[in-house]
């Protein structure tokens, strides 16, 4: 990226994405109908899930701190829940792979 040599984005993570690769994991466990977890499929709703969902970022030990209070909020999980659950139901009905 030009202009940005130098800088470390190393500890630059959205916190979402962890959350919601669990809670998709999960809900896929769970899942009674008979849904294609091919890679392409489960990868498409993870990303159509996370583009649902607040994103959480973070590059700090403050932001750490953050984030952490922002995911105990009942509301943000109640909504990435959802996202995750839309997501599946979404992709299930129209699968991405070939």
């Known amino acids: ?3 940005l040599e130098g800088y470390d984005f190393q500890n630059l993570s959205n916190v979402s994405e962890k959350i919601v690769l669990d809670e998709l994991g999960r809900q896929l466990d769970e899942w ?3 849904i294609c977890k091919c890679n392409d499929c489960v990868v498409d709703m993870a990303a159509m899930a996370l ?3 607040k994103p959480l970022y973070r590059c700090s030990l403050l932001g750490e701190l953050y984030t ?3 995911v105990k909020d009942a509301a943000y999980a109640k909504s990435l829940r959802k996202a995750v659950r839309l997501a599946i139901e979404k992709v299930s009905l129209n699968p991405g792979h070939a």
Do not use: C, L, P, S
């Open 51 to 53: 583009n649902a969902v």
């Open 1 to 3: 990226m030009a202009g």
């Open 32 to 34: 009674k109908a008979d």
């Open 68 to 70: 952490a209070e922002a």
